[in-house]
C-alpha cells in the first residue's frame, strides 16, 4: 500500500491534518497497523511478530473517537520505538517509554491538533504518563465529550451515589466506598465483591 492509498484509509478515524504523519510513521516501519472491533480489556496494542518482513504489529479499536484513537496509537507506536532502541532490558511504561512517548506527541501539540480544553488535560496527563490513558480519570472524561457514539441510557458509575444498585456485564451490582480510581462493589448477595473503574459505563438499576 503507497502512502496515498493508506491516508484514504486512516484519515477516518484521526483528527484533521494528522493523517499524513501517521502514514509516514507507519510507512517507514516493517509494521502491520490493524484497526479491530472495540475491546472491553484494552484500547490498542503493540506485539513483536515472526513474519518476515512485518515484524511489528499495533492494533487500535476502531470505535475511539478521533483524538482517543490517535493518543493510543501514539501510545503504541512508542512502545515500537523503546522496543527497537531497547528490547526487552527497559521496563514497557518505564520512563525511556515516557520519555519517547512525550517526544512523539510534540508534533501533534504543534500542529494544534487537540481543543483547548483537550490539549490543557492532555499536557498535564503528558507530564506523568499512565499504562493506559483511562488510568487518567481526568483524560477519560476530557476525552469523552468528543464521544460519538450513539446515547444508550449508561451512566459513570462515579455519578451513582453509593448504595444504589447497577446492571454491568450482565451482573447486578451495589456501589461501594472509593479506592484511589475505582469503586469497591458487591452482589446483591453481598458473595462476591468487584473493583470498578469510577468512569465505567453502568445502568441503573
Do not use: Q
Not at 522496543?83 to 525511556?96: I, M, N, T
Not at 447486578?172 to 453481598?190: A, H, P, Q
Amino acid at each position: 500500500m503507497n502512502k496515498e492509498e493508506f491516508v484514504s484509509v486512516i484519515e477516518s478515524y484521526l483528527p484533521e491534518n494528522t493523517a499524513d504523519t501517521v502514514a509516514n510513521w507507519v510507512l517507514e516501519k516493517p509494521l502491520m497497523l490493524k484497526i479491530v472491533n472495540d475491546r472491553k480489556t484494552k484500547l490498542g496494542d503493540f506485539r513483536v511478530n515472526k513474519i518476515k518482513g512485518r515484524p511489528y504489529t499495533i492494533t487500535i479499536n476502531g470505535g475511539l473517537n478521533k483524538f482517543e484513537f490517535l493518543i493510543t496509537l501514539v501510545h503504541e507506536f512508542a512502545h515500537l520505538d523503546v522496543y527497537e532502541k531497547y528490547r526487552r532490558r527497559v521496563r514497557p511504561h518505564g520512563e525511556e517509554w515516557k520519555d519517547i512517548y512525550r517526544g512523539l506527541m510534540i508534533e501533534y501539540f504543534e500542529l494544534d491538533v487537540f481543543p483547548k480544553k483537550l490539549a490543557i488535560v492532555l499536557l498535564k496527563h503528558m507530564r506523568n504518563p499512565k499504562a493506559s490513558s483511562h488510568g487518567d480519570l481526568n483524560l477519560v472524561r476530557a476525552l469523552a465529550v468528543y464521544d460519538n457514539k450513539i446515547e444508550d441510557g449508561s451512566v459513570y458509575l462515579e455519578d451513582l451515589r453509593e448504595g444504589d444498585s447497577f446492571f454491568i456485564n450482565g451482573k447486578v451490582l451495589i456501589k461501594g466506598d472509593k479506592r484511589r480510581t475505582r469503586y469497591m462493589c458487591s452482589e446483591l448477595n453481598g458473595k462476591k465483591r468487584y473493583t470498578v473503574n469510577a468512569l465505567a459505563k453502568v445502568f441503573r438499576n
